[in-house]
């Protein structure tokens, strides 16, 4: 692969040259992870039993400033570790459209410069996600985390700036756990875009009192469950531009040995909080067994989330995922499915959400579906990736870790990762691509067919099985989730590659960008 590098504002920018798309024009590729801003063993404390991946970025999330599109923010995880966090959130931010990236490390975690004293003495930092508000103030939120027994506790800590990244307040405590029976989990932030007072933070909340614990799992998403596990949905808000938030509040309650998990809030033109989440339920057979079901759901708020719609929540559609599975040996890597994205067309409110689902050639695929009024009805589930065929091995069918946008002219985006130009040799050759359709007449994107336009993200295959290890000596991880917004008609794809044979850099963060 040939470079150009050029050290510009303090990150390396390398430019890989132009994607062979089929569909849209994609800009050179541009590196802004740096490597890692923290040094070995800076955690402080042993951590027995997990390796860390020093310099190795994963989980990249990123918005852009709605009063100045030159102005970006990236965050990702630096230095992942294999059974969970990484040693903190980095943050990178361009006001000059991507020409040069700024590195900060806000205090999420002790790496960072985290201290009892700022609130952020933790061992490791998970889950980033960065939002902006529509007067341009950015928001960010962390699970930041001391895993091991004698000091287990998981928090989530906000942080804001005011000056398009450069410099970040010092973090705010929404919830602090340091009961091992209790884990918040996968956290999202969304600023309101109707009113830059309000802001929202939503997550699910494990509790597994003591006793007899099974262990499952969803995908490969390894759940505990026993008598009286629960694991709602928790919500915070500021209503006041950040300077406080309300006490973390229970907003939707499954029962019972249920879950939600990937909570994540959508706000409509007319000020309607949609959340959507996955949802699990556990029932009684006929013959006295249990099965799991496991949907796509939401809950709405008309009133900036001070209330929730009440009942059974709206199930979007049923979910069938088994996990992302390497083609070469068929063992777990670690891209589960069970997580959705979600996305609003901020003209229209149009919503449209994807997930990995098996439905359609019984492999994990990207399920896309939509609703034109606000939720109460969804289309079909419909595979939108273009991976073709593969008769010799299905694996290789298989699309993962899929995230959704919407441009302004209403082009909607789908990126994700896929293994078509994987092969008999060794390792699992692994690309991103970007799939698009933009609604017109007849043409409203519900139907597979629709979807036609795509291009490909990484210029070579790189082989997944080299990314960091997320559970055991498998579950290869590129993230959970990865990033994806617009400037105006473009798309912005913010994602991780894994570089091949470098285990001291294992994987970077790259952005691009998608035009018509």
Not at 144 to 165: I, Q, R
Not at 188 to 193: G, V
Not at 216 to 231: A, I, L, P, Q, S
Not at 452 to 463: G, K, N, V
Request: net charge negative; hydrophobic share 35%.
């Amino acid at each position: 692969m040939q470079r150009l590098v050029s050290v510009l504002g303090g990150v390396v920018l390398v430019a890989l040259g132009v994607s062979p798309g089929w569909g849209g024009t994609v800009a050179p590729l541009r590196v802004i992870s740096p490597g890692s801003p923290f040094a070995p063993g800076c955690e402080g404390v042993p951590q027995p039993g997990s390796t860390v991946y020093q310099n190795a970025e994963v989980e990249p999330w990123v918005d852009v400033n709605p009063t100045d599109s030159r102005n970006l923010i990236a965050v990702w995880q630096q230095d992942r570790w294999s059974n969970g966090g990484a040693h903190g959130l980095v943050t990178a931010f361009t006001k000059d459209g991507g020409a040069t990236w700024g590195i900060r490390t806000p205090h999420f975690s002790r790496c960072a410069g985290g201290t009892a004293a700022n609130g952020g003495d933790y061992d490791r930092a998970s889950d980033p996600w960065v939002t902006f508000a529509p007067n341009g103030d950015a928001y960010q939120i962390s699970l930041s985390v001391n895993l091991f027994p004698e000091n287990f506790v998981t928090a989530l800590l906000v942080s804001k700036s005011t000056d398009g990244g450069d410099h970040w307040s010092e973090p705010i405590t929404l919830i602090r756990d340091t009961d091992p029976r209790f884990f918040n989990d996968k956290e999202s932030m969304t600023a309101d875009p109707t009113d830059a007072k309000f802001v929202y933070a939503v997550w699910d909340r494990i509790n597994a009192p003591p006793g007899d614990v099974t262990r499952f799992f969803v995908g490969n998403r390894e759940h505990k469950r026993d008598r009286g596990f629960t694991g709602p949905t928790v919500f915070s808000r500021t209503t006041d531009g950040g300077h406080t938030w309300e006490p973390p509040r229970i907003i939707y309650n499954p029962g019972a040995n249920n879950q939600t998990l990937g909570n994540q809030i959508a706000v409509l033109p007319n000020g309607t909080l949609v959340n959507v989440f996955t949802e699990f339920l556990t029932f009684k057979n006929s013959d006295g067994g249990t099965q799991d079901d496991v949907s796509l759901s939401l809950i709405r708020s008309t009133d900036k989330g001070a209330t929730w719609s009440h009942g059974q929540p709206i199930r979007a559609a049923k979910q069938f995922f088994q996990g992302a599975l390497d083609p070469d040996t068929g063992r777990p890597i670690r891209a589960e499915g069970v997580i959705a994205d979600v996305a609003v067309n901020r003209t229209n409110g149009h919503l449209y959400a994807v997930w990995q689902d098996l439905r359609f050639r019984g492999v994990d695929e990207v399920a896309f579906v939509m609703s034109t009024d606000g939720g109460d009805t969804w289309s079909t589930p419909i595979r939108v990736n273009q991976t073709p065929p593969n008769s010799t091995n299905p694996l290789n069918q298989q699309a993962f870790v899929p995230v959704v946008h919407v441009a302004d002219d209403g082009t909607i985006g789908v990126t994700y990762y896929d293994f078509r130009f994987n092969d008999a040799n060794p390792g699992a050759r692994t690309d991103y691509w970007i799939v698009r359709c933009k609604p017109s007449g007849a043409k409203t994107c519900a139907r597979a067919a629709d979807w036609t336009d795509e291009s490909r993200l990484t210029l070579t295959s790189f082989d997944i099985e080299q990314a960091p290890a997320a559970r055991g000596p498998f579950g290869f991880f590129v993230g959970d989730y990865e990033g994806l917004t617009n400037v105006g008609n473009d798309l912005v794809p913010v994602f991780v590659v894994v570089n091949d044979g470098h285990t001291a850099n294992r994987t970077d963060v790259i952005e691009t960008t998608v035009g018509p």
